[in-house]
């Protein structure tokens, strides 16, 4: 069976733009593809986080990837730090990722222009890590957002080095970017994306976000001038406020669009809040309902299988680099 990795940071409070452009797509593989469904803590520590804080929010993302419909006995669910070949490889592709394409990264730059008081060497090396998350597990595919292209591009271009230095070791992977929802924008600020690290919370819809706090946040969700309820270049918030209409009811834009003809962005709101609040209380209830310690073992399996494809891996590549 081909092979899909993926990850999520644990980080604040994952929102609709983590479900539409990637965990929804990793739902629809699951089937198809061998998945392997990562917790990024090492990438999350790049930016300070509070310990307290970390090991409760890794547990919430494993109860979001099976609350979201993630299953533990189609898909691996495991932990980056508890496989310590993640970091190892990482070191080995260090020295061959070439400082210059490490400084194009945009998330880099973004990153360092929000938090100028902490630009670590770990924040600057982030899309090394994550090449290794991808390159150790010889997936085909890597199910993404819009934003993290660059990053798989980058993993891409190090395999094939890696490959070309040292004889056939990695697959290299394919990015898998859904036309839809690939990048949901911030209901504050359409020409930027929804992002848990925005300032402002009306920024996004946190998949914790009671149903009140969610239709607070449509109502107040900026909408483009005209009064006719269509998608296009010239409306780029309402084309936003569409996509997210249309992947949580599985209507298509057309036909929402037809749907509001004649009718106003109240009426288009008031319908969308419905929509919304029904996928949240949906999520919400079977968040609730999974016991800790059940996904903390689930968590230890799946840590275990990732960890038995990571020793293999690594030995080669030593072996490979006459370390071993
Ligand atoms: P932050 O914005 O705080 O850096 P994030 O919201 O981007 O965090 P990540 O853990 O970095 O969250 O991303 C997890 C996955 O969600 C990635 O595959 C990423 O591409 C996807 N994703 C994040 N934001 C969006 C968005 N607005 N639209 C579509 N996909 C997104
Ligand atoms: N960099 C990603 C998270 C991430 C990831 C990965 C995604 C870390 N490792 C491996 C896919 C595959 C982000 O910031 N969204």
Not at 2 to 27: C, D, E, F, M
Not at 135 to 144: G, K, N, R, T
Request: net charge neutral; proline share 4%.
């Amino acid at each position: 069976m081909k092979r899909a990795v993926s990850g999520v940071q644990p980080t604040n409070n994952l929102h609709l733009g983590n479900y539409l452009g990637a965990i929804k797509n990793w739902v629809e593989l699951q089937d198809q593809y061998d998945s392997f469904y990562c917790i990024v803590d090492l990438h999350a520590i790049t930016i300070k986080q509070d310990p307290k804080v970390l090991r409760q929010n890794v547990l919430n993302v494993a109860k979001t990837y099976l609350a979201l419909g993630i299953d533990p006995n189609k898909s691996t669910i495991f932990v980056q730090s508890q496989v310590p070949q993640h970091a190892e490889l990482a070191w080995v592709l260090n020295t061959i990722a070439k400082l210059g394409e490490l400084e194009r990264m945009t998330q880099f730059k973004d990153k360092a222009s929000q938090h100028k008081e902490n630009i670590n060497m770990g924040l600057f090396d982030y899309p090394v890590l994550m090449s290794a998350d991808i390159l150790l597990y010889d997936p085909e595919i890597v199910p993404v957002g819009e934003d993290q292209k660059q990053h798989v591009e980058l993993t891409r271009d190090l395999a094939e080095r890696f490959n070309s230095a040292y004889s056939k070791t990695f697959l290299v992977p394919e990015p898998l970017i859904k036309k839809e929802g690939a990048r949901i924008m911030g209901l504050d600020d359409p020409s930027k994306k929804m992002s848990k690290s925005a300032t402002s919370a009306n920024n996004y819809i946190a998949l914790l976000d009671s149903p009140e706090v969610a239709a607070k946040k449509i109502s107040k969700a900026v909408t483009d001038s005209g009064s006719t309820i269509e998608s296009g270049k010239d409306k780029p918030a309402l084309t936003n406020l569409l996509t997210i209409y249309s992947l949580l009811s599985g209507k298509t834009i057309k036909e929402i669009e037809k749907e509001y003809t004649g009718k106003g962005y109240a009426d288009f709101k008031k319908g969308l809040t419905a929509t919304v609040t029904e996928f949240l209380s949906d999520f919400q209830a079977k968040f609730n309902a999974l016991d800790d310690n059940e996904v903390k073992s689930i968590l230890e399996e799946g840590n275990k299988k990732a960890r038995a494809i990571a020793e293999k891996k690594m030995v080669d590549v030593k072996t490979k680099m006459g370390l071993i």
